[in-house]
């Protein structure tokens, strides 16, 4: 019986387990290492089934998901990733919207002539 490969939007989000490791998986994954803030600290594409990699310190949690999914999204170490259900996408991202309009109006430092 082949081992059924994560659908193209199938991933999973680990939370960090100390000395707890994933090996063994049945298909290669990409993996992206997130702080607590959802900041991108480290990316490994392409992670084969018994491969051992050394992994960043100081992550609160990791997301596995299908190879090609970090080369095809342009995630990039330091992005901060939005992570909630599908349905609440458009609200969280309107949100996120106006907190940096709003950050970006506060942080413009005004010239006196």
């Known amino acids: 019986m082949e081992p059924s490969k994560p659908a193209r939007e199938d991933g999973m989000w680990l939370?960090?387990?100390?000395?707890?490791?994933?090996?063994?998986?049945?298909?290669?994954v990409d993996r992206i290492y997130l702080d607590?803030?959802?900041?991108?600290?480290?990316?490994?594409?392409h992670l084969n089934p018994l491969q051992i990699v050394s992994v960043h310190c100081c992550y609160?949690?990791?997301?596995?998901?299908?190879i090609r999914t970090i080369y095809s999204s342009r995630t990039r170490v330091g992005d901060k990733l939005l992570i909630c259900f599908p349905q609440d996408v458009q609200t969280?991202?309107?949100?996120?919207?106006?907190?940096?309009?709003?950050?970006?109006?506060?942080?413009?430092?005004?010239?006196?002539?």
């Open 15 to 28: 939370m960090r387990s100390p000395g707890k490791y994933t090996v063994g998986r049945q298909f290669p």
């Open 36 to 45: 607590q803030g959802n900041r991108v600290l480290q990316l490994i594409e």
């Open 60 to 66: 609160a949690s990791v997301l596995e998901v299908r």
């Open 92 to 113: 969280k991202w309107e949100e996120l919207q106006v907190q940096t309009t709003w950050m970006r109006q506060e942080a413009v430092p005004c010239s006196e002539g």
